[in-house]
C-alpha cells in the first residue's frame, strides 16, 4: 500500500505564490521520478514539471523560469514552489510518483488526492 498526501493548494491572487507539498507513505522500495500534473475544466491533465532520479528536473514550458520542483529523498517528498502565478494556472494540481515496492517489480504510478489552486483577483 503507498499513500500519497498533498498540501498546500489555494486562493491567490495573480502575481502571488504557493508552496504544493506531497508526501508518499507506505511499502515504497524505489523512486524513479516525482512529479506534478494539472488539470483545469475542460482541458486534459498535463504534465507541470517532474525530476526523475539521478537526472535534473524538467518543467512545461508556460511554467519555467516560475515554477520550482524539488524533493525530499529522506522524506519522500516532493514540492512545487509556484511564483508570479497566473490565472491560467488555475486547475487542480496533482502529485504523482512513480515506483515499485519490491525488488525486481516494475514501477507503478500513483496519484495524490489533488489540490486546487485558484489564481484570482
Known amino acids: 500500500q503507498v499513500q500519497l498526501v498533498e498540501s498546500g493548494g489555494g486562493l491567490v491572487q495573480p502575481g502571488g505564490s504557493l508552496r504544493l507539498s506531497c508526501a508518499a507513505s507506505g511499502s515504497i522500495f524505489t523512486i524513479y521520478s516525482m512529479g506534478w500534473y494539472r488539470q483545469a475544466p475542460g482541458k486534459q491533465r498535463e504534465l507541470v514539471a517532474r525530476?526523475?532520479?539521478?537526472?535534473?528536473?524538467n518543467y512545461e514550458d508556460s511554467v519555467k523560469g516560475r515554477f520550482t520542483i524539488s524533493r525530499d529523498n529522506a522524506k519522500n517528498a516532493v514540492y512545487l514552489h509556484m511564483d508570479s502565478l497566473k490565472p491560467e494556472d488555475t486547475a487542480v494540481y496533482y502529485c504523482?510518483?512513480?515506483?515499485?515496492?519490491?525488488?525486481?517489480?516494475?514501477?507503478?504510478?500513483?496519484w495524490g488526492q489533488g489540490t486546487q489552486v485558484t489564481v484570482s483577483s
Open positions: 504523482n510518483v512513480r515506483l515499485s515496492t519490491r525488488w525486481l517489480q516494475n514501477p507503478n504510478d500513483y
Open positions: 525530476i526523475i532520479s539521478g537526472t535534473s528536473p
